[in-house]
């Protein structure tokens, strides 16, 4: 198990950028698959973006494909989501997740951060 910390979340106009940062504990992170989600007000939870436990592979939702970009540090036991031309409908609250490398679902969790894009 992970205890995961999102930061980096704020207010920002339409075609701006912003940069998520999730912390995680636990000497093993390494071996977990990451990933964001999202959910907009009045919606479901969506999958937004993953990336391998190695960072070797990286997949995303069609509608930010070209936009948004995960990364991690294993070393520094972070995960990043850099957000470019960012839309209104992006607006949501981003959770960072991780999914043990044998998992089938994500178990750990973050708190959440809240994304606003004004139009």
């Known amino acids: 198990q992970v205890q995961l910390v999102e930061s980096g979340g704020g207010l920002v106009q339409a075609g701006g950028s912003l940069r998520l940062s999730c912390a995680a504990s636990?000497?093993?992170?390494?071996?977990?698959?990451a990933a964001w989600f999202r959910q907009a007000p009045g919606r479901e939870r969506e999958f937004v973006a993953r990336?391998?436990?190695?960072?070797?592979?990286?997949t995303y939702t069609d509608s930010v494909e070209g936009r948004f970009t995960i990364s991690r540090d294993n070393a520094k036991n972070m995960v990043y989501l850099q957000m470019n031309s960012l839309k209104p409908e992006d607006t949501a609250v981003y959770y960072c997740?991780?999914?043990?490398?044998?998992?089938?679902?994500?178990?750990?969790w973050g708190q959440g951060t809240q994304v606003t894009v004004s139009s």
């Open positions: 997740a991780a999914r043990w490398i044998s998992g089938s679902q994500y178990d750990d």
């Open positions: 636990g000497r093993t992170f390494s071996r977990y698959t």
């Open positions: 990336i391998a436990w190695n960072g070797g592979s990286a």
